[in-house]
């Protein structure tokens, strides 16, 4: 018998190892779009295949953001694999919770891409672009001025966007360690 009570907890209690209910609930609570849907095509002796690539960001509104690219045959098909892949690889972002912005000011250059995160006042909203306003909206922000420079390709901009968010993420781990360990240090004087 596949299910049992547990006597303890007087609930049922599923044995099936390949139910995946948990997961789904989690997925369901992630939101995403759908950045860019191409078609490309590769030739070979027999003439071209096509295919698409899609690009999609996922994120909980809470401070969690997810991005994938992936190609299949189908359209349809390159989205559920970019969105699955998206889920599986989750990042956190470091939010102010006073107003819902970065906490400071934050730029990256990835290839010829630079993205620029500023902190802006409550009720500023997201002054971005369509692809930076993706990232920054399913993170959980409400306010933050953008700005790019350079290319504005799809995947370097995403790219660009979350190692800005990352980079944030480390000068802010490193100012609050540096600022306990000096406090014990003047402790210990």
């Given at each position: 018998m596949a299910d049992e009570l547990d006597k303890k907890n007087n609930k049922q209690i599923n044995k099936n190892k390949f139910d995946n209910s948990e997961n789904?609930?989690?997925?369901?609570a992630l939101e995403e779009r759908i950045?860019?849907?191409?078609?490309?095509?590769?030739?070979?002796?027999?003439?071209r295949k096509l295919r698409f690539r899609s690009l999609v960001v996922v994120g909980d509104l809470k401070g969690k953001y997810g991005f994938a690219s992936a190609k299949n045959a189908e359209a349809s098909g390159a989205i559920k694999k970019s969105s699955?892949?998206?889920?599986?690889?989750?990042?956190?972002?470091?939010?102010?919770?006073?107003?819902?912005?970065?906490?400071?000011?934050?730029?990256?250059?990835?290839?010829?891409t630079k993205v620029i995160l500023c902190p802006a006042r409550d009720g500023t909203g997201i002054i971005?672009?369509?692809?930076?306003?993706?990232?920054?909206e399913?993170?959980?922000f409400k306010n933050v001025v953008s700005?790019?420079?350079?290319?504005?390709?799809?995947?370097?901009?995403v790219e660009a966007t979350?190692?800005?968010l990352q980079k944030l993420?480390?000068?802010?781990?490193?100012?609050?360690?540096?600022?306990?360990?000096?406090s014990i240090k003047k402790e210990q004087k």
């Open positions: 789904k609930e989690n997925k369901l950045l860019t849907i191409q078609r490309i095509s590769k030739t070979t002796e027999g003439g699955r892949l998206a889920a599986r690889q989750m990042h956190t972002a470091l939010i102010n919770k006073k107003n819902l912005s970065v906490v400071d000011k934050v730029s990256y250059k990835f290839k010829s971005a672009g369509s692809v930076v306003r993706a990232v920054l399913l993170a959980g700005k790019i420079y350079g290319s504005r390709n799809s995947k370097n901009v979350h190692r800005a993420n480390k000068l802010f781990y490193i100012r609050t360690n540096t600022n306990e360990i000096a």
